[in-house]
């Protein structure tokens, strides 16, 4: 698939640019990376520059959706929702190693009052987290992944937030999180700065901190009670390159130890109108509760890039061999319906 042409489309910036601004290779160009089903396809657009041996293949992987736009409402989670719990763990299977899926349900509640103007009950998003981890132990079945080897995580129980909360609290991170790092985390082309002026600055920077302090072996370490540092391979897509990029410089100009973070990023899915999916109109969205024969009659009208997209977008094991890219969309969503709807 042509990558560049859909990743300026989403993101209004080129393959080169990206590398530049974060230091990025060409996965396919990887001993480590090169045979991952999602370098295969072309899905994922670069990687961390490294030297061979400076990530071990059996890292931490960490990944998940973001999910402040869904209203704590599972109907309307959406294919890249979905997409970003399917590659860290097909990642992780394939590269064998250990997955940590976040949902950042804290955050959501929070984000939701700038995003929507009103609050769903927190009791509404803790029963989402539960209908995402049937969902998450829906596709780690079908990839033959255990519960060792993946973490499901809520950063709304209290051991979890405490542990962020503590580490956002020391005072060395907080003089390093300045307000010009943190305007504009997600726009990677660094022509925005949000939330700089908005009526909710105060709320939305605490959160990028928050999402910052994610990514950090620190924090990883204690979630999983690890009694060594560990390097952590970041698996999402390219609207979260910023934040991993600056959690990681945190982490070199603070915690200074051998742990790496890197970041296998690939192409956000796009709606149906070829830009981001959570960033589109609920009618360019393909969502648990979008028809049927909606997705079928404007999925196959979308763009050519769109359709190299989702032509290449679900591993084999999620859908019967026989089923075209549309086809294969609406057996996984079905499967999913019947878990969780």
Not at 115 to 133: M, R
Not at 135 to 153: A, F, N, P, Q, R
Not at 217 to 244: A, Y
């Amino acid at each position: 698939m042509n990558d560049d042409s859909l990743l300026h489309r989403i993101h209004n910036i080129t393959k080169e640019e990206l590398f530049a601004l974060y230091q990025l290779a060409d996965p396919r160009q990887s001993l480590i990376y090169k045979d991952l089903s999602i370098v295969l396809s072309g899905i994922a657009v670069g990687v961390t520059e490294q030297k061979e041996n400076d990530i071990d293949k059996n890292c931490i992987i960490i990944g998940g959706p973001c999910i402040c736009y869904c209203q704590a409402n599972i109907s309307k989670i959406n294919i890249q929702d979905i997409v970003d719990i399917i590659y860290p763990l097909l990642t992780a299977k394939q590269m064998g190693s250990k997955c940590l899926i976040y949902f950042q349900i804290k955050e959501s509640v929070d984000q939701q009052i700038a995003i929507d103007h009103y609050h769903s009950a927190v009791d509404s998003w803790n029963t989402l987290f539960e209908k995402l981890t049937l969902l998450t132990k829906h596709i780690m079945s079908l990839l033959g992944m255990s519960d060792k080897e993946v973490s499901i995580i809520s950063t709304a129980e209290p051991r979890i937030d405490e542990i962020i909360t503590n580490i956002l609290s020391l005072d060395e991170v907080n003089r390093h999180l300045t307000e010009e790092i943190l305007y504009g985390l997600y726009s990677i082309n660094n022509t925005g700065s949000h939330p700089m002026g908005n009526e909710f600055e105060k709320l939305l920077l605490e959160v990028y901190k928050r999402n910052i302090i994610s990514y950090l072996p620190v924090t990883i370490n204690k979630i999983l009670d690890l009694r060594e540092d560990v390097d952590v391979l970041v698996v999402e897509n390219c609207t979260q390159i910023k934040t991993s990029y600056r959690a990681s410089e945190l982490h070199r100009a603070v915690f200074k130890t051998n742990s790496e973070i890197s970041h296998l990023a690939y192409i956000s899915t796009p709606g149906l109108n070829g830009y981001e999916m959570n960033q589109s109109y609920p009618r360019h969205q393909i969502r648990l509760e979008t028809e049927d024969a909606y997705i079928l009659k404007n999925l196959n009208r979308s763009s050519e890039g769109v359709k190299s997209y989702y032509s290449n977008i679900f591993p084999e094991n999620l859908y019967p061999s026989e089923l075209d890219y549309v086809e294969q969309v609406i057996y996984s969503l079905n499967n999913i319906r019947e878990l969780v709807l």
